[in-house]
């Protein structure tokens, strides 16, 4: 198994996405890429700790590579938006990759050209973390109460219900070959 952390956006909405992949076993609501030591979500909402909300994502790269992973990230949100992602503004909200390793850092890189030069080149995603051979920030799961949201009380948010389903529909039109049967 193998383990990668993205941000884009609502940290709800990345999660459902990623819920659906095969390959992928379990998918984690976090904060990264700030300062702040063990922050709240209270806190991370004011833009003021520079964590981002993000997931983190194990999967077996024998089924969804890393590559995979980071193009239907980069699919599957805006990443042209700086610091915001639709109605959610702020640094919290950033479009970011936070590489483990150095070949997840490459990869990441790779992704990106991919996607810009898909694209015109517009992507803003940065990638954050490993800088002169330093590890990635420190990552803090969320509260529980934000995991698995939109199994549960996210199906019946408006923000989710407004923001979700396009996102999924997105996975499922790019990425057909990726995505969980509705049996699974």
Known sequence: MEQAIIAGGCFWCTEAVFRDVVGVTEVESGYIGGETSNPTYKEVCTGR??????????????????????????GTHDPTQLNRQGGDVGTQYRSAIFPLSDEQ?????????????????????????????????????????????????????????????????????SFQNKVKSENA
């Open 49 to 74: 700790t520079g964590h981002a909300e993000g997931i983190r994502v194990t999967f077996n790269p024998e089924v969804t590579s890393l590559s995979e992973i980071y193009d239907m990230f980069l």
């Open 105 to 173: 850092q490459a990869e990441a890189k790779a992704a990106i050209e991919r996607w810009n030069a898909d694209n015109a080149g517009t992507a803003v995603t940065t990638i954050e973390g490993l800088e002169n051979g330093e590890q990635a920030k420190t990552w803090y799961p969320a509260e529980d109460y934000h995991q698995e949201y939109w199994d549960g009380e996210g199906q019946r948010n408006p923000y989710c219900l407004a923001v979700i389903p396009p996102k999924l529909m997105k996975l499922r039109k």
